[in-house]
């Protein structure tokens, strides 16, 4: 169903019920495909879900005419523009009528709980953070995202959003990081460390030092367990780890990088001989099981946390499997009333003056603090 207005008040009164997800039809690397058969994929598993689709009404309309389940499920909000990958932060806020735009501004009015897009990640950290405006307690946005670890899954927050962070920074994300764990892990009181050069009390910086000192007055105390160092993030020891932006996009990149050279040199090793390739035919059952456990699509919608609204960030070289988990995450912070539990964790430190530090100046963390990392 196309409507190019926006739904209407009976529309809406209609759906007042049903969770609603705004989608940048046209962000990403194979959009508007992967797509529309991502959603195709979460409508099964989200049957009270609706999608409010942006992007070009031919080419999505055509595409739902082959899909399965999302018949009544869309309506499709034809836009005129989209913002490409390479297009830098400041020239995408220029582009009113973009899918991404748009669907970022029917979060903001009302017309939708979340956003979810494969686009362009600088650009949408830049809308979404002056579009929808961060939630008031939080002096800044962070990106968390799971991944995989020897005990399980693990969350980690900042993922790029902010290059430089202060003790207040580093506190709230941990607040937010606990909120997401128990929301989307269903982790009922989840472990919180602080990601450092050495577990040691006496290590690291002073934004460091005063953050943990923070985190051991707080009502987080009983979860926090200190410092934890590069290795505890796959090693599981917390399964929520906070740090700031740059040292935590340095962390992604360096472990997406180890998972690739580890499939690459067991595909190395299962097939330099004869002998080599009835090896694999014997560990081929627990082969599976790792490569499913490592799938990347399994981690695909990272978030950004502490603004008025869900927004989810998907890869943008997924695949409709991929898409659709990173669909999951949103749909279950929406039906979780994850922004209501952030607002109530951060309620629990008003009136700690020692638990919040001052929030740095404009000089001290430099002119550009959003990150605009892919």
């Given at each position: 169903?196309?409507?190019?207005?926006?739904?209407?008040?009976?529309?809406?009164?209609?759906?007042?019920?049903?969770?609603?997800?705004?989608?940048?039809?046209?962000?990403?690397?194979?959009?508007?495909?992967?797509?529309?058969?991502?959603?195709?994929?979460?409508?099964?598993?989200?049957?009270?879900?609706?999608f409010q689709v942006f992007?070009?009404?031919?080419?999505?309309?055509?595409?739902?005419?082959?899909?399965?389940?999302?018949?009544?499920?869309?309506?499709?909000?034809?836009?005129?523009?989209?913002?490409?990958?390479?297009?830098?932060?400041?020239?995408?806020?220029?582009?009113?009528?973009?899918?991404?735009?748009?669907?970022?501004?029917?979060?903001?009015?009302?017309?939708?709980?979340?956003?979810?897009?494969?686009?362009?990640?600088?650009?949408?950290?830049?809308?979404?953070?002056?579009?929808?405006?961060?939630?008031?307690?939080?002096?800044?946005?962070?990106?968390?995202?799971?991944?995989?670890?020897?005990?399980?899954?693990?969350?980690?927050?900042?993922?790029?959003?902010?290059?430089?962070?202060?003790?207040?920074?580093?506190?709230?994300?941990?607040?937010?990081?606990?909120?997401?764990?128990?929301?989307?892990?269903?982790?009922?009181?989840?472990?919180?460390?602080?990601?450092?050069?050495?577990?040691?009390?006496?290590?690291?910086?002073?934004?460091?030092?005063?953050?943990?000192?923070?985190?051991?007055?707080?009502?987080?105390?009983?979860?926090?367990?200190?410092?934890?160092?590069?290795?505890?993030?796959?090693?599981?020891?917390?399964?929520?780890?906070?740090?700031?932006?740059?040292?935590?996009?340095?962390?992604?990149?360096?472990?997406?990088?180890?998972?690739?050279?580890?499939?690459?040199?067991?595909?190395?090793?299962?097939?330099?001989?004869?002998?080599?390739?009835?090896?694999?035919?014997?560990?081929?059952?627990?082969?599976?099981?790792?490569?499913?456990?490592?799938?990347?699509?399994?981690?695909?919608?990272?978030?950004?946390?502490?603004?008025?609204?869900?927004?989810?960030?998907?890869?943008?070289?997924?695949?409709?499997?991929?898409?659709?988990?990173?669909?999951?995450?949103?749909?279950?912070?929406?039906?979780?009333?994850?922004?209501?539990?952030?607002?109530?964790?951060?309620?629990?430190?008003?009136?700690?003056?020692?638990?919040?530090?001052?929030?740095?100046?404009e000089a001290a963390l430099?002119?550009?603090?959003?990150?605009?990392?892919?």
């Amino acid at each position: 169903m196309i409507d190019p207005q926006g739904p209407s008040a009976t529309e809406s009164q209609a759906r007042s019920s049903a969770p609603v997800l705004a989608v940048d039809a046209m962000g990403g690397d194979h959009a508007p495909d992967v797509v529309i058969a991502g959603l195709d994929i979460a409508a099964e598993r989200h049957p009270k879900a609706v999608f409010q689709v942006f992007g070009d009404p031919a080419r999505i309309d055509a595409l739902l005419r082959q899909t399965k389940r999302l018949k009544d499920r869309v309506v499709v909000r034809p836009t005129t523009e989209t913002i490409p990958d390479d297009m830098k932060p400041t020239a995408a806020l220029r582009l009113r009528d973009a899918s991404m735009r748009r669907a970022i501004d029917a979060v903001a009015a009302g017309e939708a709980a979340g956003v979810i897009s494969a686009g362009n990640t600088g650009a949408l950290l830049a809308l979404a953070k002056i579009v929808l405006k961060t939630m008031s307690g939080i002096d800044r946005p962070a990106m968390a995202a799971i991944g995989p670890s020897a005990r399980g899954d693990v969350v980690m927050l900042d993922l790029g959003a902010n290059m430089v962070c202060d003790a207040r920074n580093l506190v709230e994300f941990a607040v937010m990081g606990d909120m997401f764990a128990r929301t989307v892990l269903g982790l009922p009181s989840p472990t919180l460390g602080l990601l450092n050069v050495g577990s040691e009390e006496m290590k690291g910086d002073e934004i460091l030092k005063r953050a943990a000192e923070a985190l051991r007055a707080s009502p987080l105390s009983p979860q926090f367990q200190g410092f934890v160092e590069g290795h505890d993030i796959a090693g599981g020891t917390v399964d929520v780890v906070v740090t700031d932006g740059f040292t935590g996009n340095v962390a992604l990149k360096t472990g997406e990088g180890a998972l690739r050279l580890v499939g690459d040199l067991l595909k190395r090793v299962f097939s330099a001989s004869i002998a080599a390739k009835l090896a694999y035919l014997l560990a081929r059952p627990g082969l599976n099981r790792l490569r499913e456990w490592l799938d990347p699509r399994r981690y695909n919608g990272a978030v950004l946390l502490g603004l008025n609204g869900v927004v989810v960030k998907s890869h943008g070289g997924t695949d409709a499997q991929g898409f659709a988990h990173a669909v999951d995450v949103a749909m279950d912070m929406i039906v979780n009333r994850f922004n209501e539990r952030i607002k109530d964790g951060l309620s629990q430190y008003a009136g700690r003056a020692a638990l919040v530090a001052e929030p740095a100046t404009e000089a001290a963390l430099g002119a550009n603090p959003v990150a605009t990392a892919g």
